[in-house]
């Protein structure tokens, strides 16, 4: 401030060179510090790696990818029933932001009947530990888990999910435009994964089929 005051220019590299001829020491600019993750409160791990369920509904994972396009990256969360493998929720943007994880959770919550004991279990990401989040989740009767931080075997489901569409969809060309990425991804789950690719986990049917076979043996219990 005071050398735009006085409207002096000054040789940066001299000036530390006569500071150490005379012994000066400038104070330490403070280091900015990242958040530790490992002390932030948030709710308990009521998975523990125990990725199964008896029935629909009572346990889901979510996660958010990127992949690149030409002009930038699209993302995607999406929300896997750990009963079936199926992606009951999705949704897409050019920005990993709050609204794009509470968007893929919204959807889950439209398209499935919720009973008020679905476990939803994520990561420690910014967007799954924001208040926006967890209110979301609150008003949609949802359980909230998370796993350790920083590792990818606490939410093993839905990592094994992604890395299926990486190798099937996302590594199979390259991609002009987030457009063209999104609605590719949008197309693979819908139209393909869930109705059509088989799983050993369940028998090696897809995972809409093996939802219509339990629907067929419990009544009236999943929608």
């Known amino acids: 401030a ?3 005051e006085y409207d002096m220019v000054v040789n940066r590299k001299l000036v530390r060179a006569l500071m150490r001829e005379r012994g000066l020491v400038g104070l330490p600019t403070p280091k900015r510090r990242k958040p530790n993750l490992v002390g932030l ?9 125990k990725f199964t369920a008896d029935a629909p509904n009572e346990l889901w994972c979510t996660d958010i990818t990127e992949h690149p396009a030409r002009d930038g990256k699209a993302y995607c969360c999406a929300v896997i029933d750990c009963f079936s493998r199926k992606i009951v929720g999705r949704a897409f943007s050019t920005v990993a932001d709050t609204a794009l994880v509470n968007n ?24 799954f530990t924001s208040w926006s989040w967890g209110e979301n989740l609150r008003r949609s009767g949802l359980t909230p888990s998370f796993g350790s931080v920083g590792d990818c075997f ?4 839905i990592e094994a999910f992604w890395g299926r569409m990486q190798v099937e969809l ?13 609605v590719a991804m949008a197309n693979w789950i819908d139209t393909f994964y869930n109705t059509d690719r088989v799983h050993s986990y369940i028998g ?3 995972p809409d089929h093996y939802e219509a076979l339990w629907a ?8």
């Open 216 to 223: 067929s043996t419990t009544p009236s219990q999943l929608q």
């Open 2 to 4: 005071l050398l735009n």
């Open 170 to 182: 996302l590594n199979s060309r390259r991609w002009a435009t987030t457009f063209e990425l999104v």
């Open 154 to 157: 606490d939410n093993a489901v």
């Open 41 to 49: 409160s948030t709710p308990a791990d009521l998975v523990e790696r």
């Open 204 to 206: 090696n049917i897809s």
């Open 104 to 127: 893929a959770v919204n959807m889950a919550a439209r398209e499935r009947s919720l009973c008020g004991a679905t476990i939803l279990h994520a990561d420690h990401g910014a967007q």
